[in-house]
């Protein structure tokens, strides 16, 4: 409870740091920290804003969030769209394209969160399978391009970025594979349990 | 479920609409395509820029660019540059040897010049532009070398015409090299890829073809 409390706070900490211009422009001043710093540290600000959502609120989103699906949807068709690779260069030339780009990665931390336990490990899979699947196969074609995707950014940034997309799509996907046996394994253990009782 | 369903598809819709938008319905990924696309659509005029180098003592590129004798082709470059330029250089050369053999062919000079427009105004001054240009072996009639000396000029040149310039840390520069194509009036009406040389030459020889007989000068 104290937790939940606290979350919202720390959002809001969070937000005004990446408001400064200074830290707004360092995080886009390369490739790299553009797509896998600043995309998921606005992430995290919106799922910890989403923590300071009413109960009463949180229910009447789930009557429109059925097992999480729109959701993940809605945060899939984000990061579909943040991935292509104009909007990189758009985000510095206009501050619409900006605050869009921004508000959106906060909506798709806040439904992530909203939604991925009611998504349970079915979906969670069928989320991760699109979605890391989609971050390799474009980190592939970073390394993979002689030519620059982005004007503002260097060629070796554009590599960098790829093998670091691959990387972490990598790690995301073994860790929740870890998570999601150690869930399987406490549940059959309670299951165990339950009829060794009965 | 039924509301899940209408979240999730208007979610989808709007996703499909900002990718559409973004790509100009999925023709374009990269900004630089965008580039192109919105130039061969809408006409770009540059900005108010002096331009100066090697037997340009001074003039304001819409005029250098108005001059009569034909359409240009021009590029940005810069002088110290060991990779991209070099492409650039020899394209220019293939380019300059291709509107020579024209002019031969039809006894008049050829309705197209080249342009190369430095963006490091501050090692590029008139004496070594004209190093740069001897050493490419162009000929002065037809392929001329500027910079913009006033740096406010050269910034709102290069934004307006879509030229981006990163500095790459090791004192040398990434940029969107490209052909850009500029009508009897001016106009940025074309940026072709460098790989695309034969297509923007042949484009030029047509643009200035199409606008009517050649002045000779």
């Known amino acids: 409870m104290n937790r939940l409390r606290l979350e919202p706070w720390l959002g809001a900490l969070l937000l005004t740091l990446l408001l400064i211009p200074t830290v707004r422009h360092g995080m886009e001043a390369s490739m790299w920290r553009h797509m896998l710093v600043q995309a998921p540290a606005w992430m995290w600000v919106g799922a910890l804003l989403a923590a300071a959502l ?56 806040a439904a992530l969160r909203l939604s991925w336990r009611p998504a349970g490990l079915v ?30 950014y260097l060629l070796d940034d554009q590599a960098r970025l790829g093998r670091w997309l691959i990387g972490v799509a990598a790690l995301l996907g073994t860790a929740w594979l870890a998570w999601a046996f150690w869930q399987l394994v406490r549940r059959e253990a309670a299951l165990a349990l339950q009829q060794a009782a009965s | ?40 659509l809408r006409p770009v005029a540059p900005p108010p820029a002096r331009v100066e180098g090697p037997r340009v003592p001074g003039a304001e590129l819409t005029a250098l660019l108005t001059e009569p004798g034909g359409v240009t082709i021009a590029d940005f470059i810069y002088t110290d540059c060991q990779t991209v330029c070099l492409t650039l250089g020899s394209t220019f050369q293939q380019l300059q040897a291709a509107l020579q053999a024209d002019a031969a ?111 000779g000068s």
């Open chain 2, 105 to 215: 062919a039809a006894g008049t000079p050829a309705g197209v010049r080249l342009l190369s427009i430095s963006f490091d105004r501050q090692r590029d001054d008139p004496a070594a532009l004209r190093a740069y240009a001897q050493r490419l072996n162009a000929d002065p009639a037809l392929w001329r070398f500027v910079r913009v000396p006033d740096g406010a000029q050269e910034q709102a040149l290069l934004r307006r015409l879509g030229v981006v310039v990163v500095p790459d840390g090791r004192g040398d520069y990434e940029h969107n090299a490209a052909l850009l194509v500029f009508d009897r009036s001016g106009r940025m009406v074309r940026v072709f890829d460098l790989a695309e040389q034969q297509l923007a030459l042949d484009y030029a020889r047509h643009l200035a073809r199409q606008a009517g007989p050649r002045i």
């Open chain 2, 1 to 40: 479920m039924l509301r899940t369903a209408i979240v999730s598809t208007l979610l989808l819709l709007g996703a499909y609409a900002a990718a559409s938008w973004l790509t100009y319905d999925f023709q374009v990924w990269t900004d630089e395509g965008a580039r192109r696309l919105e130039v061969a």
């Open chain 1, 123 to 152: 979906l969670q899979f069928f989320f991760l399978g699109n979605m890391l699947a989609m971050m390799v196969v474009v980190g592939q074609l970073y390394i993979d391009s002689p030519l620059r995707l982005c004007n503002a």
């Open chain 1, 54 to 109: 009413p109960s009463r609120a949180c229910a009447m989103v789930a009557r429109w969030n059925a097992y999480g699906i729109a959701g993940l949807i809605g945060a899939a068709a984000v990061l579909a769209v943040l991935m292509v690779p104009r909007v990189l260069d758009l985000a510095l030339l206009r501050a619409d394209v900006e605050s869009v780009k921004l508000l959106a990665l906060l909506g798709a931390g």
